[in-house]
């Protein structure tokens, strides 16, 4: 099903890079300007266009909210609120407080932790539910102290949303749902409508319309990441069983066809098994049809020198999911540099953390993971700096500042310090 292929034959760079450049940005511009123009009006269109649904409001109401609680099969709703329990465990670890330096004699300076005010929050539809994502997105932002949280999420034709999505939102807090999807969601909580709120952060997954979107509205207001299709990168051993590890594969590959799941390996025996698994376990699955084509076109096998030798491609490739399926996990560990998240051993498949553990799921993709982090509490507060000097803490070193400002140029910066401990005679004062 995969070709197998070895490790010096291939340009992990390539892998790394594989989202091809956009050429949608046009389409979303255009999207953009017409909800920064025409608000409400303009989403009740798209959703007619791309939903096929004809809203006659776009807020759920919290009876719809109610309603689609009550519908929820009651095992799930228990799941999903020790989801929830144990994603906010996890995440109050994240929670930092400000500080302050008082060590020199009238000088006090420190840095505040402040709460945004407004999040948006967008939740995809499409092919498949994801409560999970309602999950991951707003208890971090919850437990950050933001005042308020909009969730944006895509209908059905009928203008309804699933009973699980609505029934995580009410799980986790959220305090408002509006019924719009795509970049038309973006442009709603970037530049607010007459319904939605303008918001200061938007963040979660979308198509490439709505990370493009995100990507064109960023600086008006904050974005999480510019995330692309999923991927799953595993290290195995000959201690992995080659069922789980193909179980593993396809559970990335059935997100869509643009996602990657790539093993390494320098066991041939366990290459070749994997292969035939994937072959086995494929065409059980309901959704075997993307699975297939994402791992046509996506999937790699590759055959490396050594698991260290491996952790230094992955390195390079710095997948969103990494999990080493290796007897020793912890011992490959300390050398892996660039992942968004780790999974340790046989037992801890990526499904793990993309619903229950508490780790988040909402991680870079692409080789973002080189430079940035998974969503998590810090993402939803800013920092503010402060300071106060006393008379006789700023006299002692006004010069010093006068001096550097005057090396860069500036005398107005150096005369603002200097000026306080002059007494000039001014015509006026004669």
Known sequence: MIKLLMAGDIDPQAIRDRQPASKIGPAVEEILGDVKKNGDEALFRYALRFDKAALTNLEVTQEEIEAAVKKTDPEFMSVLKAAAKNIEAYHQHQKSNGFIVADKPGIVMGQRV??????????????????????????????????????????????????????????????????????????????????????????????????????????????????????????????????????????????????????????????????????????????????????????????????????????????????????????????????????LGNYSPEALGDYFAGPNHTLPTHGAARFSSPLGVEAFVKKSSYLYYSKEALEKVQAQVALFAKKEGLTAHANSATIRFENPTREEDV
């Open 114 to 343: 402040i709460p945004l005010d407004r999040v948006g929050i967008y939740i995809p539809g499409g092919t498949a539910s994801y409560p999970s994502t309602v999950l991951m997105n707003a208890i971090p932002a919850r437990l950050a102290g933001v005042k308020e949280i909009i969730m944006v999420t895509p209908t059905d034709k009928d203008g309804s949303i699933s009973p699980e999505r609505l029934a995580a939102a009410y799980v986790c807090g959220v305090n408002r749902i509006f019924k719009v999807g795509g970049a038309q969601a973006i442009a709603a909580l970037a530049y607010g409508t007459q319904t939605i709120p303008k918001v200061d952060k938007i963040v979660g997954p979308g198509n490439a319309y709505v990370a493009e979107a995100k990507r064109l509205v960023y600086g008006l207001v904050d974005i999480d990441m510019i995330a692309g299709p999923s991927e799953v990168l595993i290290i195995a051993d000959d201690s992995a069983n080659p069922a789980f590890v193909a179980a593993d594969m396809l559970a990335q590959a059935e997100h869509d066809v643009e996602a990657a799941s790539i093993l390494l390996t320098a066991s041939k025996k366990i290459a070749d098994a994997v292969n035939k698994e994937l072959k086995l376990q494929l065409t059980k699955l309901p959704r075997k049809e993307i699975a297939g084509q994402s791992l046509e076109k996506n999937g790699r096998i590759i055959l490396v020198e050594s698991l260290e030798k491996a952790v230094e491609l992955s390195n390079i490739i710095a997948p969103e999911h990494l999990e080493l399926c290796v007897e020793e996990p912890f011992a490959l560990l300390g050398i892996v540099r660039h992942a968004g998240s780790v999974f």
